[in-house]
């Protein structure tokens, strides 16, 4: 069935159709109306859960940590300075390869302060470990969340699930609510191999030395290094999982088959704009203006970000022509972080297209249409004459 | 700058309902066919009593587009005190139209070069046995008949489902007493 909600509501039933045990969050703008939502479901019985209220966002993730350890299917949500506030407890959560789910209404970080939209939380966090999941509307949050849970149990890594903040986060727009049953058949109840369990106590997370040791059953177990090292390659064959379980979604609900890039008009394209989440269905309509003015054109939005579908973009984006990367956030110092790892994607790549980056809509300013056609207009006629540094849109600089 | 879209911005006041009147007018287009459907509200800054706006696009096809409305084809105004305050026409398209909620007759609301189209909504909510001060749902009605873009029935059914336990059947009433009562300008 067809319902109108907002974003945030839209990945509360995500929530719910999972069947979340232990939900635990701390308010902030703009992702409170997903834990009142939560809340209230919890509340009203409509989903059994404890649902733990916390006086921090470093508490939220520790309660889920906790939670986990114990075999529970455990949910948080924050934005911007929330997430950031939760940093150290992210990287325990991953390093303790513990399935939690996160969302995050993405917002830009203070200072000086903001609470409208950017994606700087989230990308600053791409080197966590966290398997990052971008969306688009909110049907991608609705199914994604869904995937999500079911992903971070079969691979053991925890999973945030990024959605822009009031732009999706406080729009209302029509998705399909997916049947509990079904949902229940795709995701069933799940007990990991290893829990905290008084009937069979063990150490968790204990000390590590540099080098490899016994541990106290007498069987020679990783060091540090090696523990690290399968984190990393559990992460990249992550990659294949997730089209596993994308396909399997896409049998039972009928949506999915773009588990890393979506793409619009690209088969035919010398141009190609990627970015991140809402902003490339904004370019969708950029790039029709475009064809009907014969630019070869299409948009590309990256739905996976960690780990990075290197693979998928480089077959999308080898031999084009040129690559405009629109970014909402910046790696500074440097570039868009985005950019930069499409770049190393494409460097053994024969055919390289050049490629353009462009930063936008930071703090909320809004991305205007014209300002993407005159950005795109001059990146398609003038592909030779960019250099390696972002450009900046909509800027209104005092002089 | 997609011609298919129609682009409906609602001007009220922090608390009177405003996102909830574009809500069910989303909601029943949706039901009346319209596949795309988008509703925006003001971000970040919302205070009762201040001035607010909210976003509608509607649309056959699906909206990629989520930013403010700028140049909207209507508006609609639950507040004629608000035209003292906000410029509710900035951007408002050729021979575009006004729907105001306001006590006196259409002569009193120039607008030149648009259509306007005035119901005492307030009046009539009391009239349908709401408390003085309750316009979200009888607007609704007035932008039915004013605009015919979904079927009044249809709105209908969506006010009844958007007010459960909370005097639907009052709040219906509102409506089509407001759709019975709007005056429509050339």
């Given at each position: 069935m067809h319902i109108i909600e907002a974003g945030n509501v839209a990945a509360a039933i995500g929530v719910k159709l999972s069947r979340a045990q232990v939900i635990a969050a701390y308010p902030i703008t703009p992702q409170t109306p997903l834990t009142e939502k939560l809340s209230e479901f919890v509340e009203s019985g409509e989903l059994e859960a404890q649902y733990i209220p916390v006086e921090s966002e470093h508490s939220a993730m520790a309660v889920c940590i906790a939670a986990s350890t114990a075999g529970a299917r455990a949910f948080t949500a924050t934005s911007a300075n929330g997430l950031l506030y939760m940093v150290e407890q992210l990287h325990w959560a991953v390093g303790a390869r513990l399935p939690v789910v996160m969302c995050v209404a993405n917002r830009g970080i203070g200072a000086p302060w903001t609470v409208w939209n950017d994606q700087q939380d989230t990308i600053s966090q791409r080197d966590v470990g966290w398997i990052q999941l971008y969306c688009n509307d909110h049907q991608q949050i609705i199914d994604s969340v869904i995937k999500a849970f079911k992903l971070a149990q079969t691979v053991s890594v925890p999973v945030m699930v990024c959605y822009d903040g009031y732009l999706l986060s406080h729009t209302y727009m029509p998705f399909e609510q997916p049947e509990q049953s079904k949902v229940d058949a795709f995701l069933p109840a799940f007990t990991p191999k290893h829990f905290l369990d008084p009937e069979n106590p063990g150490n968790f997370n204990t000390v590590t030395l540099p080098d490899i040791r016994l541990d106290v059953d007498g069987i020679m177990a990783p060091g540090y290094i090696e523990i690290r090292h399968n984190l990393q390659e559990d992460l990249r064959a992550a990659l294949d999982t997730y089209v596993t379980i994308d396909k399997e979604f896409e049998k039972e609900f009928g949506r999915g088959g773009n588990p890393f890039v979506e793409e619009y008009k690209c088969e035919d394209a010398e141009f190609v704009a990627v970015c991140i989440g809402s902003l490339s269905y904004q370019l969708r309509d950029v790039v029709d203006i475009m064809r009907d003015d014969q630019v070869k054109i299409g948009v590309m939005g990256v739905?996976?970000?960690?780990?990075?579908?290197?693979?998928?973009?480089?077959?999308?984006?080898?031999?084009?022509?040129?690559?405009?990367?629109?970014?909402?956030?910046?790696?500074?110092?440097?570039?868009?972080?985005?950019?930069?790892?499409?770049?190393?994607?494409?460097?053994?790549?024969?055919?390289?297209?050049?490629?353009?980056?462009?930063?936008?809509?930071?703090?909320?300013?809004?991305?205007?249409?014209?300002?993407?056609?005159?950005?795109?207009?001059?990146?398609?006629?003038?592909?030779?004459?960019?250099?390696?540094?972002?450009?900046?849109?909509g800027l209104k600089l005092q002089e | 700058m997609r011609k298919d879209i129609i682009e409906i911005r609602w001007h009220g006041r922090g608390g009177q309902g405003a996102i909830t009147a574009a809500k069910i007018v989303a909601n029943a287009a949706f039901v009346a066919g319209y596949k795309g459907v988008v509703m925006a509200p003001t971000f970040g800054t919302e205070r009762r009593g201040a001035p607010v706006f909210t976003s509608l696009k509607i649309s056959k096809a699906k909206i990629y587009d989520l930013s403010p409305i700028t140049t909207p084809d209507m508006v609609v105004v639950l507040d004629h005190t608000l035209l003292e305050e906000v410029n509710v026409v900035a951007g408002l398209k050729e021979n575009g139209l006004v729907v105001l909620n306001g006590p006196r007759p259409l002569a009193a609301y120039p607008f030149p070069g648009m259509r306007v189209a005035v119901s005492d909504v307030t009046k009539h909510a009391v009239e349908a046995g709401l408390p003085a001060g309750i316009v979200n749902s009888g607007i609704i009605g007035a932008f039915a008949k004013a605009t015919g873009l979904v079927d009044i029935d249809i709105l209908v059914q969506a006010i009844e489902k958007e007010f459960v336990g909370k005097k639907p059947e009052k709040n219906a009433k509102a409506a089509r007493i407001a759709f019975d009562n709007t005056d429509i300008g050339g």
């Open positions: 739905q996976m970000y960690r780990p990075f579908p290197d693979q998928a973009i480089t077959q999308a984006l080898a031999g084009k022509k040129c690559v405009i990367v629109f970014e909402k956030a910046l790696s500074y110092g440097n570039q868009g972080a985005l950019y930069a790892d499409i770049k190393s994607a494409l460097y053994s790549s024969e055919k390289k297209p050049r490629i353009h980056n462009y930063i936008l809509g930071l703090g909320g300013r809004e991305i205007k249409t014209q300002h993407l056609l005159d950005a795109l207009a001059e990146s398609c006629t003038t592909p030779d004459t960019f250099g390696d540094s972002p450009r900046w849109i | -």
